[in-house]
């Protein structure tokens, strides 16, 4: 099987890579796991050192990368940059604060001295996806690197050099070799990998049906997962909400990457009394915004990441239309290349694909409400539970109302987004486990108890 490198924004092949043999992938699998059993007992000093240099790296070829990302999956170069330096922080991150994280914790027994220790396990693998093809991964690896594990990565088959790029990083900045490989295959292979006695643990981001896959897969075998899957985030404003603020944030947590973002606002809730305000302001923000070539700093809209899926964009926003949504703004693909322009879909209601489905592009979906309690029931009222963000002038008000909603995090004036010092994952059919913060780090280690007498 061929493995692709397409243009999103001209068509154009860049590169055409091969799949890897069952027996390419074995191999390669015993390499990182002899790997795995000398690192696995090195200090955290050698390991922050490494992790710094990597911070380091990717500071130091943040252009290079920028471009790559726009080149092979179509996001603007400005955002690359931001993603390449986000992953710069958590790798410092975990440097900073792996050894206090997987400390000893000293704990009450009948014993003379009792605690719990954190060990690593071995080989994590992990499936990621396209839109955020450094970030997503280096949030899993900087962790698990720091932890003592290995990793082996199995990304999104229309990025692979993107994939071989991490991997180049982690090398240059002086890891050992094999420590972290992809794995050059697709989507067919990955059960066998999960197969592998040498692999420990799956971690993937990507839809829900990926999602029960790997899962699936990995509970047959008995091995630990974490899942980060689809969402559908509300963006709810109440009545007394700063409607400039927060109108002029809806429109950039709407179409960060081009739209395509998990925890990007998808729903925008509004309660009847300020809909019309917040829509006129919301509107004119979205009409500003350049739509363009990814590799031009000034362009805020890239092209969707592939063709088809911009096509599969358009059919969810005809086919609410044809159930009685209206457009408001857009509703077309635009120019050459897999570019969707942004949209705005008004009228929105229960029964409509916008309404209950993922829309992963540009795409803003509007529901007024009555009121706050009706505003939570269809906040609430999907099957996702990953992000979600509440706008009002009274913060007390704002942490009572997010108290109620069902999601992994909710943010109170604030566009929801991921941070290294904070826990992220979803609950629902947005998936299991957490990534990121203290939590993150102790997903893939042996909890062990010990007990001396």
């Not at 397409?6 to 068509?11: D, E, Q, R, S, V």
């Not at 603020?245 to 729903?267: H, L, M, P, T, Y």
Request: hydrophobic share 45%; aromatic share 8%; charged share 25%.
């Amino acid at each position: 099987m061929a493995i692709e490198s397409l243009n999103p924004a001209t068509g154009e092949l860049i590169k055409t890579y091969t799949e890897w043999s069952d027996e390419q992938v074995a191999q390669t699998i015993d390499a990182v796991h002899q790997t795995y059993l000398d690192w696995r007992t090195t200090d955290f000093a050698l390991r922050r050192e490494r992790m710094l240099k990597a911070a380091a790296v990717l500071r130091r070829r943040k252009d290079e990368f920028a471009l790559l990302m726009a080149n092979e999956m179509g996001k603007p170069v400005t955002e690359g940059a931001g993603e390449i330096e986000k992953c710069a922080l958590v790798c410092e991150y975990y440097a900073e604060n792996a050894e206090q994280m997987l400390a000893h914790e000293p704990l009450e027994s009948d014993a003379e001295k009792s605690y719990v220790a954190f060990r690593p396990q071995g080989i994590v693998l992990a499936v990621m996806p396209w839109n955020f093809p450094f970030w997503q991964v280096f949030r899993f690896a900087a962790p698990a690197l720091m932890a003592g594990n290995a990793g082996v990565l199995k990304h999104a088959s229309n990025v692979p050099a993107c994939a071989l790029a991490i991997e180049d990083v982690f090398s240059e900045a002086g890891f050992p070799e094999n420590l972290f490989r992809t794995l050059m295959i697709g989507s067919s292979k990955v059960d066998k990998v999960i197969e592998n006695p040498l692999v420990i643990a799956t971690t993937l981001t990507g839809s829900e049906i990926a999602g029960s896959k790997v899962a699936q897969k990995s509970g047959e075998m008995l091995k630990k997962s974490v899942m980060e899957l689809g969402g559908s985030d509300p963006f709810v404003v109440l009545e007394d909400a700063d409607i400039d603020e927060a109108a002029g944030i809806g429109v950039k947590a709407r179409c960060i990457n081009s739209g395509q973002s998990c925890i990007a606002a998808k729903r925008f809730i509004v309660v009847d009394s300020a809909y019309d305000a917040f829509l006129e302001k919301f509107k004119s923000g979205m009409e500003a915004l350049k739509v363009g070539d990814p590799t031009e700093a000034q362009t805020q809209i890239g092209p969707q990441a592939r063709e088809d899926l911009m096509l599969e964009l358009h059919e969810q926003v005809q086919a609410s239309v044809k159930r009685g949504a209206r457009v408001e703004l857009g509703g077309e693909p635009c120019g050459k290349g897999a570019f969707y322009s942004p949209t705005i879909l008004a009228g929105v209601e229960k029964g409509m694909p916008a309404y209950a489905e993922e829309f992963f592009g540009p795409v803003a979906i509007f529901i007024r409400v009555k009121d706050e309690v009706e505003a939570l029931h269809v906040a609430n009222d999907t099957p996702f539970g990953l992000g979600g963000s509440v706008w009002t002038a009274d913060s007390d008000r704002g942490e009572a109302f997010a108290a109620q909603i069902r999601a992994g995090a909710v943010f109170v004036n604030g566009m929801v987004k991921s941070d290294p010092r904070l826990p992220f994952g979803g609950v629902g059919i947005s998936g299991f486990g957490r990534e990121l913060s203290h939590y993150g780090i102790k997903e893939f280690v042996n909890i062990q108890t010990v007990w001396v007498k």
